[in-house]
């Protein structure tokens, strides 16, 4: 290496430890962002500025003991770099569970182990033996013979260099292809160094200049390419495996065109297509069966959109919401993170209260507040449409007399049985419901009056003729109903027919109970079957 060439080494390697602390103050600055990650990733950095500044100033020097002290200095970044490199990579490929305490303190152990080696000069010293100047060049260097010390040290950073190589393959192998890019540069970033490395042991640089520094620098360079061309650290979350995957919802990343750039497995319950083919594909394609969720997305919708998925004969509900993704230090959105929350437990449970808020417990049939809304919903479509609407209210004859001689239970027991065998005996629009102790309600849509009165019939035969067995003891009930109906041309309102209903069951019970009677609205009609 001539002096000129020996100058501009000089000069980058002072240049590039400036260029390292600059990036030292970068990453400083997004620690918050960073986390733990960014602490390792600091500490290489300061690592390499003391190895570059150190080999730099031992360059300039022309005697021995100003060599051996500024290599003294350069191994208090050395001998840290590799471990803390590894544990950078841990970080940064979603494996920062692996690192302990007891892990930490034996990779440190050990380095720390090679520090003490390199720190005393002469005979008693394990790493460098018989250190010596190098004259036979245009300028002089050190060199010195490796002891079993040395080489042990090298192993162990080759070690921590194959260990990350290792992880970023097992990174490659695990995410889609378009970040494989990425991944490959990491690879290399960490592969350089030990190659600058190799190349200065096996003695095949000129004058026995170490190229490390210089390999060093330039794969931070690429690194930091790597960031902010990728952008690595914006929009990928490093510590993938750990945050991504390890959500409880499922989630899909868009870039800014609404092109799919990374999904989690959660999202493969939702969408079965969800493979790594659908990576670089519109939304569109990929949500085709969920045409809510692709209009959301595509205008910008604010607030949340449900939808349904059908698996295996069970129905879930999912909520969807996205947010903008932003690059740091930016305001313009650079994609959009689509998260698909799985809500159906919490309307299994608002079914359930609606079911008790509506439902009589006993009989499942309705109970008298909502028969009150849905019967008022009913007459507003009957008189709406002009079409008929009857209304049937019974009553359990004697019922006091079966709690009293066979229990509350077989009491119970006639309700059910009643029930079944009115859902049995009517149609499914009919609305049915248990108002009162003993007291039942049936709203038929689109039923004459007559029809209405066949109907209860129907029910007073099949009450009077279906036994009820409760604990052994079998016993009949009847009952007793009042039918109205909501006259046409004439029209009324609802409680008129309620009125009318009410009326009829009192004359039913006044002419001898088990009887149907039946009244129209408006005429003052009264009709015994």
Same mark, same amino acid.
């Given at each position: 290496?001539?002096?000129?060439?020996?100058?501009f080494y000089l000069?980058?390697?002072?240049?590039?430890?400036?260029?390292?602390?600059?990036?030292?103050?970068?990453t400083?600055q997004?620690l918050?962002?960073?986390?733990?990650?960014?602490v390792?990733?600091?500490?290489?950095?300061?690592f390499?500025?003391?190895?570059?500044f150190g080999?730099a100033m031992?360059?300039?020097?022309?005697?021995?003991?100003?060599?051996m002290?500024?290599?003294r200095?350069?191994?208090w970044?050395?001998q840290?770099l590799g471990p803390?490199?590894l544990?950078f990579v841990?970080?940064?490929?979603?494996?920062e569970?692996?690192?302990?305490?007891a892990?930490?303190t034996v990779?440190?152990?050990?380095?720390?182990?090679f520090l003490?080696?390199?720190q005393?000069?002469?005979g008693?010293?394990?790493?460098?033996?018989n250190?010596?100047?190098?004259?036979?060049g245009d300028?002089?260097?050190f060199? +010195?013979?490796r002891?079993?010390?040395? +080489?042990?040290?090298?192993?162990?950073?080759?070690l921590?260099?194959f260990?990350? =190589?290792?992880?970023?393959?097992?990174t490659?192998?695990?995410?889609?292809?378009?970040?494989?890019?990425q991944?490959?540069?990491?690879w290399?970033?960490?592969?350089l160094p030990?190659?600058?490395?190799?190349?200065?042991v096996l003695g095949?640089?000129?004058?026995s200049i170490d190229?490390?520094?210089l390999t =060093?620098?330039?794969s931070?360079l690429?690194?930091?390419l790597g960031?902010?061309?990728?952008?690595t650290l914006d929009?990928?979350?490093?510590a #993938?495996?750990?945050?991504f995957?390890?959500?409880?919802?499922?989630?899909l990343?868009?870039d800014?065109?609404n092109?799919?750039?990374?999904f989690?497995? #959660?999202?493969?319950?939702?969408?079965?297509?969800?493979?790594?083919?659908?990576?670089g594909?519109p939304?569109?394609e990929?949500?085709?069966?969920h045409?809510a969720?692709v209009?959301m997305?595509?205008?910008?919708l604010a607030g949340?959109?449900?939808?349904s998925v059908?698996d295996?004969n $069970?129905?879930?509900?999912?909520?969807?919401?996205?947010s903008?993704?932003?690059?740091?230090?930016?305001s313009q959105?650079?994609?959009?993170?689509?998260?698909l929350?799985?809500i159906t437990?919490?309307?299994?449970?608002?079914?359930?209260?609606?079911?008790?808020?509506?439902?009589?417990?006993?009989?499942?049939? +309705?109970?008298?507040?909502?028969? #009150?809304?849905?019967a008022?919903?009913?007459f507003?479509?009957a008189?709406?449409?002009?079409?008929e609407?009857?209304l049937?209210?019974?009553?359990?004859d004697h019922f006091?007399l079966?709690?009293d001689?066979?229990?509350?239970g077989a009491?119970?027991?006639?309700?059910?049985?009643v029930?079944q065998?009115c859902? $049995?005996?009517?149609?499914?629009?009919?609305i049915?419901?248990?108002v009162?102790?003993e007291?039942f309600a049936?709203?038929?849509?689109?039923?004459?009056?007559?029809?209405?009165?066949q109907?209860?019939?129907?029910?007073r035969v099949a009450?009077?003729?279906?036994?009820i067995?409760?604990?052994g003891k079998?016993?009949?009930?009847?009952?007793?109903?009042g039918?109205?109906? $909501?006259c046409l041309?004439?029209?009324?309102?609802?409680?008129?027919l309620?009125?009318a209903a009410d009326?009829?069951?009192f004359?039913a019970k006044?002419?001898?109970r088990?009887?149907?009677?039946a009244?129209?609205?408006?005429q003052?009609?009264?009709?015994?079957?």
């Open positions: 290496m001539t002096v000129e060439l020996r100058t000069l980058f390697l002072f240049s590039s430890t400036g260029v390292v602390l600059l990036l030292s103050l970068l400083w997004r918050a962002y960073l986390g733990r990650m960014g390792y990733f600091l500490l290489c950095l300061l390499v500025s003391i190895y570059n080999y031992e360059l300039l020097q022309s005697s021995l003991d100003g060599m002290f500024w290599l200095f350069e191994h970044g050395i840290w803390t490199w544990l841990l970080a940064l490929s979603g494996n569970r692996w690192i302990t305490l892990r930490g990779l440190y152990g050990i380095a720390a182990f003490a080696t390199t005393t000069l002469g008693s010293n394990l790493f460098h033996q250190p010596r100047l190098n004259t036979g300028f002089p260097t060199t +010195y013979d002891t079993w010390v040395t +080489y042990l040290a090298l192993s162990y950073y080759s921590c260099v260990l990350t =190589l290792f992880l970023f393959t097992r490659f192998l695990r995410l889609p292809s378009p970040f494989h890019a991944v490959v540069l990491f290399i970033v960490s592969l030990w190659l600058g490395g190799g190349l200065y095949v640089t000129p004058h190229p490390t520094p =060093l620098t330039v931070l690429l690194f930091t960031i902010f061309r990728f952008g929009l990928i979350p490093l #993938r495996d750990v945050i995957e390890g959500m409880s919802e499922a989630a990343v868009l800014h065109k092109r799919v750039l990374d989690n497995l #959660r999202l493969k319950a939702i969408v079965k297509e969800a493979t790594p083919g659908i990576i594909r939304v569109q990929v949500l085709q069966d045409p969720l209009e997305i595509e205008k910008d949340s959109v449900e939808f059908t295996e $069970r129905l879930f509900t999912y909520e969807a919401k996205q903008p993704l932003y690059k740091i230090g930016q959105s650079v994609g959009k993170i689509l998260i929350h799985d437990p919490l309307k299994e449970l608002v079914r359930k209260l609606e079911v008790l808020a509506t439902t009589d417990s006993l009989t499942q049939l +309705y109970n008298r507040r909502y028969f #009150r809304e849905l008022l919903s009913e507003s479509r008189e709406r449409y002009g079409e609407l009857s049937m209210i019974f009553d359990l006091k079966v709690n001689r066979y229990g509350h009491g119970d027991a006639a309700l059910v049985q029930a065998l859902r $049995r005996l009517t149609r499914q629009s009919d049915l419901a248990r009162g102790g007291e049936a709203l038929l849509p689109e039923t004459s009056l007559q029809a209405a009165i109907v209860a019939e129907r029910l009450f009077e003729q279906n036994p067995e409760y604990e079998r016993f009949f009930v009847t009952a007793s109903f039918v109205s109906h $909501r041309p004439e029209r009324g309102d609802l409680e008129q309620f009125s009326r009829a069951l004359q006044e002419a001898g088990n009887r149907v009677w009244e129209g609205i408006l003052g009609k009264e009709e015994k079957l």
